[in-house]
């Protein structure tokens, strides 16, 4: 175990969420990142149940991490929700117990990033696994965070197609106006996008012996069981858990810095990451894009993390 190693810390904000559960459970049981708090928005399921959610995670793993509740819904873009993906609740497929709420905070999500940020002594890298509806909000409300941010990770995006329109990825086309501000905030940016997202799989022989890695692999197998990003039989894709998989195992992606915009006024094209990796717009790259992953050994980085949350 690397005890001598200092923690990162970081925020994550999320939805819950089967992908975000794994990747919650990773970075929470990780001898290298503090997760000094949990914020919830609006997404794969309401707010309200992506909060009860959180709860129910930090309960079964046996987590003490504040959590605070965010924004409902988009600054603009009408709400419309992925529960074909993760069923009614977010996390059909576990009957998990009930949530301890002690943990949830009166806070307004956007307050308790602004106090925990400007209270820690270190910068802190935000992970954002859901809309970025919040962080918008954080930057636009408190600008004086922006200096004290390390860096913000991000599942969110695509160079290509995406898996909410044509040509948006679900968490950037939930709130296309929050992923404009965030993009063009000049803090440091990493996107972890489909482009990645799709290659993270977790294969049917994985699944099997992921079923028994203790109570959490046991957790994962049956929500694997009912999550529609993917297939149980040819793959399911942990888009988020490569937000995570950045910070612990960066060596995992190939990087470019490159521009990237957020479209707003395309009538089909809405909520589109324009990856400028040509050059075309002639702009100062604004974000590290991750451009490819070695699936292989993600894989295995990840059957070794969930065994590691005991
Ligand atoms: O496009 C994938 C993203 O949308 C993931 O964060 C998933 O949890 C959903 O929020
Ligand atoms: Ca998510």
Redesign the pocket.
Same mark, same amino acid.
């Given at each position: 175990m690397e005890t001598d190693m200092k923690k990162r810390p970081i925020i994550i904000d999320t @939805?819950p &969420?089967i @992908? @975000?559960a794994l990747a919650l459970a990773i970075a929470l049981f990780s001898d290298r990142l503090e997760v000094k708090l949990l914020t919830t928005v609006a997404? #794969?399921v309401s707010l309200e149940a992506v909060t009860e959610n959180t709860l129910k995670l930090l309960t079964f793993f046996g987590k003490k991490v504040p959590v605070a509740k965010g924004c409902a819904e988009p600054l603009l873009e009408t709400f419309v929700d *992925?529960s074909n993906v993760?069923g009614k609740t977010g996390m059909e497929g576990y009957d998990f117990p009930a949530p301890d709420t002690a943990p949830l905070l009166e806070e307004h999500a956007v307050n308790a990033m602004r106090r925990v940020i400007m209270e820690s002594e270190e910068p802190i890298t935000l992970v954002p696994? *859901?809309a970025l509806t919040n962080i918008a909000l954080l930057l636009k409300l408190y600008p004086e965070v922006r200096e004290k941010i390390r860096e913000i990770v991000m599942? &969110?995006g695509s160079i290509t197609r995406g #898996?909410?329109g044509v040509m948006s990825?679900?968490?950037i086309g939930t709130d296309p106006e929050a992923a404009a501000i965030v993009f063009k905030s000049g803090v440091p940016i990493v996107m972890a996008g489909?482009d990645v &997202?799709l290659k993270a799989l977790v294969l049917p022989e994985d699944s099997e012996e992921i079923l028994h890695m203790g109570k959490v692999g046991d957790m994962a197998y049956h929500l694997f069981k009912r999550y529609r &990003?993917g297939s149980f039989g040819t793959g399911l894709k942990m888009?988020?858990s490569c937000a995570v998989a950045y910070l612990l195992k960066p060596e995992l992606f190939t990087v470019e810095e490159t521009y990237v915009e957020v479209e707003l006024a395309g009538t089909v094209t809405r909520g589109c990451t324009a990856v400028d990796l040509k050059g075309y717009l002639r702009q100062k790259p604004n974000a590290k894009v991750c451009v490819d992953i070695d699936g292989e050994a993600f894989r295995v980085w990840f059957k070794q993390s969930i065994q590691a949350c005991v």
């Open positions: @939805d &969420g @992908d @975000d997404g #794969n *992925a993760h696994i *859901a599942m &969110g #898996n909410k990825e679900f968490n489909l &997202g &990003g888009y988020d």
